[in-house]
T-cell receptor, first 114, second 113 residues
Framework: GESVGLHLPTLSVQEGDNSIINCAYS??????FIWYKQESGKGPQFIID?????DKRQGQRVTVLLNKTVKHLSLQIAATQPGDSAVYFC?????????????FGQGTRLTINP | GAGVSQSPSNKVTEKGKDVELRCDPI?????LYWYRQSLGQGLEFLIY????????KSGLPSDRFSAERTGGSVSTLTIQRTQQEDSAVYLC???????????FGPGTRLLVL
């Protein structure tokens, strides 16, 4: 079946380093992807999104890359800070027969080491 | 308020009781969504509203779950005859229009004893 999955469940990086979180998807018709950050005890927080007509999009310290050929997207966080520690979810926004569903991956827990 | 709010923030109930969860979306957002998140897991889509109507109810886990939205604003998710497997965090999100970026509330943590 269709799925949105993550390569690694956990990732640890040193404070100040860059981090890369990866996500694979299998629905080639998907045209919109979102990255969410979820801190402990809170709801998911929108970080950045990208549509399939783009390969790259940049925000503040974050960059999302989309490779449609291999159906892969990544979230790059520059100069990580302790506040970046959280679980990161990629999500695929599907519209199926007029109904929208946001399909989430399992999530990657990012830990920033001091 | 500026964001999505949910109430109660925590709910402990006994098996077999009914519970009602409330979501206040961001003002002006026409679309509203409910998700469920079990401990350490990703998010499971339950249902969404466009205005007051719910075009797709297929994500509801069983007929014990129902949701409504009135006045194009507040929504309630009702779970009847709760079971222990219903224990989870129930998240609500809203978006300005259908198929646009969703903004999440803090969730309601439900524990069924």
């Amino acid at each position: 079946g269709e799925s949105v999955g993550l390569h690694l469940p956990t990732l640890s990086v040193q404070e100040g380093d860059n981090s890369i979180i990866n996500c694979a998807y299998s629905n080639s018709a998907s045209d919109y992807f979102i990255w969410y950050k979820q801190e402990s005890g809170k709801g998911p927080q929108f970080i950045i999104d990208i549509r399939s007509n783009m390969d790259k999009r940049q925000g503040q310290r974050v960059t999302v890359l989309l490779n449609k050929t291999v159906k892969h997207l990544s979230l790059q966080i520059a100069a990580t800070q302790p506040g970046d520690s959280a679980v990161y979810f990629c999500a695929e926004n599907r519209v199926i027969q007029g109904a929208q569903k946001l399909v989430f991956g399992q999530g990657t827990r990012l830990t920033i080491n001091p | 308020g500026a964001g999505v709010s949910q109430s109660p923030s925590n709910k402990v109930t006994e098996k077999g009781k009914d519970v009602e969860l409330r979501c206040d979306p961001i003002s002006g957002h026409t679309a509203l969504y409910w998700y469920r998140q079990s401990l350490g897991q990703g998010l499971e889509f339950l249902i969404y509203f466009q205005g007051n109507s719910a075009p797709d109810k297929s994500g509801l886990p069983s007929d014990r779950f129902s949701a409504e939205r009135t006045g194009g604003s507040v929504s309630t998710l009702t779970i009847q005859r709760t079971q222990q497997e219903d224990s989870a965090v129930y998240l609500c999100a809203s978006s300005l229009n259908f198929a646009e970026t969703q903004y999440f509330g803090p969730g309601t943590r439900l524990l069924v004893l």
